[in-house]
């Protein structure tokens, strides 16, 4: 194993979209402060924007200003998230798209020149190309270094106080010593947690990208930092089988949800993210399933439209209607619930930080799916928190440097990837206790078995279970830094979900039906549960911290 030593201005963990519109960024403010992009895939397809998306979902159409759409993330989110974080992303939403198509991204316009909208918060696109547009600008930079197939596995932290991180070259053998000045996480949430719809063989066959294992979270779990809202897990209201996306079809078409008796029932249950979920779960269980989404009827033109969508981003479901020989229009699209994820893209899960998108850790900062506080924030939305945290990962600089890290933290994390790589093999292989991961969590901490349901004992049960595999994933071995990988993926996702047992623990009421279903305390409770369940690790232990919410968009900085 080869070490090499790397210093650097900033450091961006993650090369999606939150990543390289940090770089981008920091590059225009000046092009002296050297930035490093470590990536363990390439970032030209890696992150969620790999395989396209077919809308910016966040974004301030004619009539409507910034307010309105963290009036909406709030309203979505009951009440629990954070307006300060909300309405200075929402703030940036527009400049960002327009950055965007500068760069050479095609957005859809009308005959007048105006983007086509698809609802009052969204604009359609082709966004096949997205990423590689982001990856391409990033590449032309002269201040940016990327290194692709490089996972970073752990923080440099002293006193409170990033210093740099270290990481494994995937492909060359090598340990990376990295220090830095400043560092931005963007490395997005957590998938393959819980056992998904479609296990074994076609596991990877999920909402969100199976590559995605929580890496940034575990990192600041570790590291002490304060994270929040774990226990708004996301559950996605998607298509049978391809789990494809059903709001092209809600808002492109118009479909509504209906059972088996052609009754629409999402009026009943509510139309917030998680209602629209709990609505399809409790009509399979009184009975009324399967589910749909209308689209019988549709137009010829309506059914082309949606092949084509589907192609920008899932394929798979566009391939289902041509195997089936029917169009949309002559057969209705029956709709699942996907496995939990943990996602600060679409939920609140995520670093607790302030406006700046600094997180508790000096000079960390977090943007994207990582940062918690901030739900719906989608494209536009990681692309805004980029900006904002380079921006004050730029400023940060400037008054402190880096400092060495010490020879004997770096000698720990040497000697143990050596141990994973020279150790003999242990009673367990590595996919086989990720495969137990999922079974605990889906049995035990409310996954798609228990109809995303939990109780007290349960989460008890599955935390003694995630310990005792987090034991046994030491005994792990490697025959090559690919699936030496796999293990720190392992261990991310098994800190991932200790933190996850402990805050759908910590609140005592249903807030967000099947996100957070506690059979203990079924009821909204305003009175004594309207706060952020936040948490730290301290000493090996998971400490819950209760939050005040404030409303009005005062900032909630760290020195409240």
Not at 10 to 22: P, S
Not at 32 to 56: D, F, M, P, Q, Y
Not at 245 to 270: D, H, M, R
Not at 286 to 308: A, F, H, M, N, V
């Amino acid at each position: 194993m080869k070490t090499e030593k790397i210093k650097t201005d900033v450091l961006i963990i993650g090369g999606g979209t939150a990543g390289c519109y940090a770089a981008l960024t920091l590059a225009e403010q000046t092009e002296e402060i050297h930035v490093l992009i470590c990536e363990k895939a390439n970032i030209k397809r890696s992150g969620c924007l790999a395989a396209g998306v077919n809308a910016l979902n966040a974004y301030i159409t004619k009539s409507h200003v910034p307010q309105d759409y963290a009036d909406y993330a709030l309203k979505d989110a009951d009440g629990i998230a954070r307006e300060d974080l909300l309405v200075t992303m929402s703030e940036r939403l527009n400049a960002v798209t327009a950055k965007l198509e500068n760069l050479g991204f095609v957005i859809l316009k009308d005959e007048n020149g105006n983007y086509v909208s698809r609802g009052w918060r969204n604009l359609k696109i082709n966004g096949e190309n997205i990423k590689p547009i982001l990856a391409d600008a990033v590449s032309a930079l002269s201040n940016t270094t990327i290194l692709n197939r490089v996972n970073i596995i752990d923080f440099a932290v002293q006193d409170n106080h990033i210093i740099g991180a270290y990481g494994i070259g995937i492909e060359n053998d090598t340990f990376y010593v990295i220090e830095a000045n400043a560092v931005i996480i963007a490395t997005g949430g957590a998938a393959g947690s819980y056992k998904p719809n479609n296990p074994g063989f076609s596991r990877h066959k999920m909402w969100y990208p199976p590559f995605n294992t929580g890496a940034g979270y575990a990192m600041g779990i570790r590291a002490g930092a304060e994270m929040t809202t774990f226990e708004m897990r996301f559950i996605a209201l998607r298509c049978k089988d391809t789990i494809s996306p059903t709001g092209t079809l809600a808002q492109g078409v118009g479909a509504k949800q209906i059972n088996s008796f052609g009754e629409v029932y999402e009026q009943k249950y509510g139309l917030t993210t998680s209602e629209r979920v709990y609505g399809t779960v409790n009509e399979n269980l009184e009975g009324r399933g399967p589910c749909y989404l209308r689209t019988e009827g549709i137009t010829p033109e309506q059914d082309e439209s949606l092949k084509k969508a589907y192609l920008n981003m899932s394929p798979s479901q566009t391939l289902k209607w041509l195997e089936s020989g029917k169009n949309p229009s002559e057969q209705n699209v029956e709709i699942e619930g996907t496995e939990p994820y943990i996602i600060g893209g679409h939920t609140a899960s995520g670093y607790w930080i302030d406006t700046h998108r600094a997180t508790t850790i000096q000079g960390l900062f977090a943007a994207g799916d990582v940062a918690g506080g901030c739900p719906q924030k989608y494209v536009t939305g990681a692309l805004a928190e980029g900006e904002i945290a380079a921006e004050s990962a730029g400023k940060f600089i400037q008054n402190h440097a880096s400092e060495p890290i010490p020879t004997e933290e770096i000698a720990s994390h040497q000697k143990e990837v050596l141990k994973f790589l020279t150790q003999k093999a242990g009673q367990f292989t590595t996919e086989q206790l990720e495969e137990a991961m999922q079974t605990i969590m889906d049995s035990y901490a409310g996954g798609i078995k228990t109809n995303y349901r939990f109780n007290s004992k349960q989460l008890a049960i599955a935390d003694a279970k995630i310990q005792q595999l987090m034991q046994l994933s030491d005994t792990l071995h490697a025959d090559d830094f690919q699936e030496l990988m796999y293990i720190y993926e392992l261990r991310e996702r098994l800190t991932v979900c200790r933190s996850v047992i402990a805050h759908l623990n910590a609140r005592h009421e249903t807030r967000w039906h099947s996100f957070a279903e506690n059979l203990d305390y079924p009821e909204k409770d305003d009175i004594n549960w309207k706060k952020y369940v936040n948490s730290r690790l301290e000493n090996g232990e998971i400490k819950i911290i209760l939050r005040d919410v404030i409303y009005g968009g005062a900032p909630y900085e760290h020195h409240n």
